[in-house]
């Protein structure tokens, strides 16, 4: 196409094995990148969404609003659940006074993480729990024992480490929690594959 700058790449392969592995790489690699556009396509979708709700341009979302806005977004949950999960996502990290005084409130990216805690499925929480080494984290050896024996996938623990950095969203990236843990289940090509989710 003369009206696209992108250049052709021929790789050439020696042997049949290599010719697959290249193609396994980089099917797996442009797979991942998907995944992670898609990923971040749908964060800026639910941030669309609570800027819409956020009537007065506050930066926050009351109780209340945020459970109009899932009422909106068409979620069925119990209001004790609703009220549980937003107290967990409400870490209050960059509220002044002011806001704390006014009670619970979120903010965007407190948001996302409350929305993707809805969505959490039973059968991940029990995937999670049987490959985990402390209550809280799956290391990379144990997510690479994962990827091996649930999606038939051979990763190293260096390939295993750098899938946990691109989808875990808390400060440590060493290891997966439940939430990092979700977002690749949610937005990776091979999850779709897992008989496990089926």
Not at 6 to 32: G, I, P, Q, S, Y
Not at 92 to 99: F, M, N, T, V
């Amino acid at each position: 196409n003369p009206e696209c700058n992108m250049r052709e790449l021929d790789l050439f392969a020696e042997t049949k094995e290599e010719r697959d592995t290249w193609v396994e790489v980089l099917t797996h690699t442009l797979a991942t990148l998907s995944s992670l556009s898609q990923q971040r396509e749908y964060e800026m979708l639910l941030g669309e969404q609570f800027r819409k709700a956020d009537a007065n341009k506050s930066g926050f979302l009351s109780f209340d609003e945020i459970k109009k806005l899932c009422h909106r977004l068409n979620i069925k949950v119990s209001k004790d659940k609703m009220q549980t999960l937003f107290a967990e996502a409400n870490t209050e990290a960059d509220k002044s006074d002011h806001w704390k005084e006014r009670g619970q409130v979120l903010n965007e990216e407190e948001f996302v993480s409350f929305y993707y805690a809805l969505m959490r499925r039973p059968e991940i929480d029990e995937i999670f729990k049987k490959y985990v080494e402390t209550p809280d984290e799956m290391s990379p050896e144990a997510f690479a024992k994962f990827l091996m024996v649930e999606q038939k996938e051979n990763k190293c623990l260096e390939e295993a480490g750098k899938i946990i950095k691109s989808f875990e969203s808390s400060e440590n990236k060493d290891a997966f929690t439940i939430e990092g843990f979700t977002h690749f289940l949610m937005f990776n090509e091979i999850d779709r594959k897992s008989k496990q989710l089926n």
